[in-house]
């Protein structure tokens, strides 16, 4: 986004200190704040027509105090006696009240409800069902996110954590009396932090790449010197656990899709047996995509290791002890994030856990399977050196690729691949869920996605098409391919596959037209090599429909969408 984003700020308290970090916070994104009067949350929810939402915002921040939008919290609060029912009917209110906002911005931030820390409410009865305030307010934000957790483009964000951040200091009575502004700065500060990261978060500005130095920073210890069997890692050493405990907060980041790379000045052979003998090591090889052990420049094998795994710099983020090198790459390779590294290794793990350049707006199988979808693309890639074509290689994969139709179990992942993929991306269009779901529905439209597997592991879902009829011809609205399959005839299938949707809408002709962007040069590489003609233009491609685009004889094509299967 070139403008900044502009952001509806909503609450029942002064929000101005807030306001004005956002706005000068340097972090990306921008914000434009679009301020709005405090103690009128629910009339700005309601009135369409307000001020506040006529230039057609980005997002939205809604941040309340409970007791406010839910009045019988507060009675709660004063020890009355309440039903518990009628608190979360209340929060039901405020959640619908919210849903109205998914016609007015794309995006809606709604921090959790908190209290006081210093406030005990009933002490040792706080926690009791029915009665306690904590047990209540803990229900009361459970509630509010199940109601939103299908409504796309709404969060709600974690304000305890905010709280915990600030300690005792969190709430300043003196403000409030003074201002009617319930927090100190270290809330808002952080609070600023966390709208940032959910702002680049649903731009899909998510980093998908550690690449990591190995001594002093995976292990104590430098592995050429010690050897690998004097390496402080796990054990009863108080540092040696440190690392081992970054290790397994590394292991668990690839859960959530995150890939693992190493960068090191080493001899390979020695680092890489330190990984396969040391009965401490945490990370395996098979936990790392990729790696350049060698004597080279690090920014050099940074840049190498990044354009193997087909991602960009801005996906990268390096991670080495030594602030010389952290510099280096800083330096050399701007768009790869380094953040600043503490000198000790008990903090590796916090600091590690504490980045927001990881925060993403959909978490979907595909995401938690991405790792292992690399590793086994670099198996793959082995393979591919020891024969002697591409047309061997690949028949050596036995590859299967699965058609399927737009489901409930698939719509997260087709929007992601939709918004997010950039080189193999015909039109590069980019629409919400709920807006995808619309345009789908309509007869002489059509969308298929792609399952990829072969004797290495699961691909996931990383192919999609849509076309629309239009008189006699048919156009592709979408054709997009996960970079992780491209070049291996995945693209043909689809080909095959749409060219039969097309005849079956009816259609003589099936158009691709090819809109460039900074980033699709690949997608126009595979039209130019694919049997579909040219205009003339070099951007419009099109295929007669009396004729029958082949299947590639080394891949199994299984069509889930109408339970039959052909091999080609």
């Given at each position: 986004m070139s403008r900044p984003f502009q952001c509806?700020?909503?609450?029942?308290?002064?929000?101005?200190?807030?306001n004005s970090l956002l706005e000068n916070d340097d972090a990306q994104p921008s914000v434009e704040v679009i301020g709005t009067d405090y103690g009128q949350v629910r009339p700005y929810l309601l009135n369409p027509d307000a001020a506040c939402w006529k230039e057609q915002p980005d997002c939205a921040v809604v941040w309340t105090r409970p007791e406010t939008v839910v009045p019988t919290f507060g009675r709660l609060k004063n020890f009355?006696?309440?039903?518990?029912?009628?608190?979360l009917d209340e929060v039901d209110d405020f959640a619908n009240q919210l849903i109205a906002l998914e016609d007015r911005v794309d995006t809606v931030l709604v921090p959790s409800w908190t209290t006081p820390p210093k406030e005990r409410g009933l002490g040792l009865l706080d926690m009791q069902n029915g009665i306690g305030i904590a047990n209540t307010l803990m229900r009361m934000n459970l509630r509010l996110s199940e109601a939103l957790v299908d409504?796309?483009?709404?969060?709600?964000?974690?304000?305890?954590?905010w709280i915990q951040r600030a300690g005792e200091s969190a709430y300043n009575p003196k403000l409030w009396a003074m201002a009617k502004v319930p927090f100190a700065s270290t809330v808002f500060k952080t609070a600023v932090g966390d709208v940032k990261g959910a702002l680049r978060a649903v731009q899909g500005d998510t980093?998908?790449?550690i690449v990591l130095d190995l001594d002093d920073t995976l292990w104590g210890g430098v592995v050429g010197e010690d050897g690998?069997?004097?390496?402080?890692?796990?054990?009863?050493?108080?540092?040696?656990?440190?690392?081992a405990e970054f290790q397994r907060a590394l292991k668990a980041m690839t859960n959530r899709g995150i890939l693992l790379g190493i960068v090191s000045k080493n001899t390979e052979e020695v680092a890489l047996e330190a990984f396969e003998k040391h009965p401490e090591m945490v990370l395996s090889l098979d936990d790392f995509a990729g790696w350049r052990?060698?004597?080279?420049?690090?920014?050099?094998?940074?840049a190498a290791l990044v354009d193997e795994l087909n991602l960009g710099l801005q996906s990268a983020v390096f991670i080495d002890n030594n602030s010389f090198e952290r510099g280096r790459v800083r330096e050399a390779l701007p768009e790869v994030f380094v953040p600043e590294w503490p000198d000790d290794p008990f903090r590796y793990?916090?600091?590690?856990?504490s980045l927001r350049c990881f925060d993403t707006a959909t978490l979907t199988d595909e995401d938690r399977e991405r790792a292992s979808m690399y590793v086994a693309q670099r198996k793959?890639?082995?393979?591919?050196?020891?024969?002697?074509?591409?047309?061997?290689?690949?028949?050596?994969?036995d590859m299967t690729v699965e058609v399927e139709s737009f489901t409930d179990g698939n719509r997260a992942r087709v929007v992601q691949l939709l918004n997010k993929t950039n080189q193999m991306n015909l039109r590069t269009r980019r629409m919400s869920e709920a807006e995808f779901v619309d345009w789908l529905d309509d007869e002489e439209r059509c969308f298929r996605a792609f399952r990829v597997s072969d004797r290495f592991g699961e691909s996931g879902l990383t192919g999609i098409f849509s076309i629309e009829k239009n008189g006699k011809d048919a156009h592709f609205k979408d054709f997009i391919l996960s970079c992780r399959v491209m070049g291996r005839s995945v693209e043909d299938v689809m080909l095959a596959v749409a060219t039969e949707e097309a005849r079956r809408l009816g259609a003589e002709t099936l158009i691709a037209e090819y809109l460039p962007t900074e980033k699709n040069g690949p997608c126009l590489e595979f039209w130019e090599e694919s049997n579909f003609e040219t205009d003339g233009s070099g951007h419009v491609f099109q295929w007669g429909l009396d004729e029958t685009y082949p299947v590639p004889d080394h891949i199994d094509l299984v069509r889930s969408d109408e339970r039959a299967h052909s091999k080609a």
């Amino acid at each position: 986004m070139s403008r900044p984003f502009q952001c509806v700020t909503l609450s029942d308290f002064n929000l101005d200190n807030f306001n004005s970090l956002l706005e000068n916070d340097d972090a990306q994104p921008s914000v434009e704040v679009i301020g709005t009067d405090y103690g009128q949350v629910r009339p700005y929810l309601l009135n369409p027509d307000a001020a506040c939402w006529k230039e057609q915002p980005d997002c939205a921040v809604v941040w309340t105090r409970p007791e406010t939008v839910v009045p019988t919290f507060g009675r709660l609060k004063n020890f009355e006696s309440v039903d518990p029912s009628d608190i979360l009917d209340e929060v039901d209110d405020f959640a619908n009240q919210l849903i109205a906002l998914e016609d007015r911005v794309d995006t809606v931030l709604v921090p959790s409800w908190t209290t006081p820390p210093k406030e005990r409410g009933l002490g040792l009865l706080d926690m009791q069902n029915g009665i306690g305030i904590a047990n209540t307010l803990m229900r009361m934000n459970l509630r509010l996110s199940e109601a939103l957790v299908d409504r796309t483009g709404f969060f709600v964000l974690n304000a305890n954590r905010w709280i915990q951040r600030a300690g005792e200091s969190a709430y300043n009575p003196k403000l409030w009396a003074m201002a009617k502004v319930p927090f100190a700065s270290t809330v808002f500060k952080t609070a600023v932090g966390d709208v940032k990261g959910a702002l680049r978060a649903v731009q899909g500005d998510t980093k998908k790449l550690i690449v990591l130095d190995l001594d002093d920073t995976l292990w104590g210890g430098v592995v050429g010197e010690d050897g690998w069997d004097n390496l402080q890692l796990g054990g009863h050493d108080a540092v040696g656990e440190a690392f081992a405990e970054f290790q397994r907060a590394l292991k668990a980041m690839t859960n959530r899709g995150i890939l693992l790379g190493i960068v090191s000045k080493n001899t390979e052979e020695v680092a890489l047996e330190a990984f396969e003998k040391h009965p401490e090591m945490v990370l395996s090889l098979d936990d790392f995509a990729g790696w350049r052990i060698n004597w080279d420049d690090k920014a050099k094998n940074v840049a190498a290791l990044v354009d193997e795994l087909n991602l960009g710099l801005q996906s990268a983020v390096f991670i080495d002890n030594n602030s010389f090198e952290r510099g280096r790459v800083r330096e050399a390779l701007p768009e790869v994030f380094v953040p600043e590294w503490p000198d000790d290794p008990f903090r590796y793990r916090q600091k590690l856990l504490s980045l927001r350049c990881f925060d993403t707006a959909t978490l979907t199988d595909e995401d938690r399977e991405r790792a292992s979808m690399y590793v086994a693309q670099r198996k793959r890639s082995s393979v591919k050196d020891d024969v002697d074509s591409l047309d061997e290689w690949l028949d050596t994969l036995d590859m299967t690729v699965e058609v399927e139709s737009f489901t409930d179990g698939n719509r997260a992942r087709v929007v992601q691949l939709l918004n997010k993929t950039n080189q193999m991306n015909l039109r590069t269009r980019r629409m919400s869920e709920a807006e995808f779901v619309d345009w789908l529905d309509d007869e002489e439209r059509c969308f298929r996605a792609f399952r990829v597997s072969d004797r290495f592991g699961e691909s996931g879902l990383t192919g999609i098409f849509s076309i629309e009829k239009n008189g006699k011809d048919a156009h592709f609205k979408d054709f997009i391919l996960s970079c992780r399959v491209m070049g291996r005839s995945v693209e043909d299938v689809m080909l095959a596959v749409a060219t039969e949707e097309a005849r079956r809408l009816g259609a003589e002709t099936l158009i691709a037209e090819y809109l460039p962007t900074e980033k699709n040069g690949p997608c126009l590489e595979f039209w130019e090599e694919s049997n579909f003609e040219t205009d003339g233009s070099g951007h419009v491609f099109q295929w007669g429909l009396d004729e029958t685009y082949p299947v590639p004889d080394h891949i199994d094509l299984v069509r889930s969408d109408e339970r039959a299967h052909s091999k080609a």
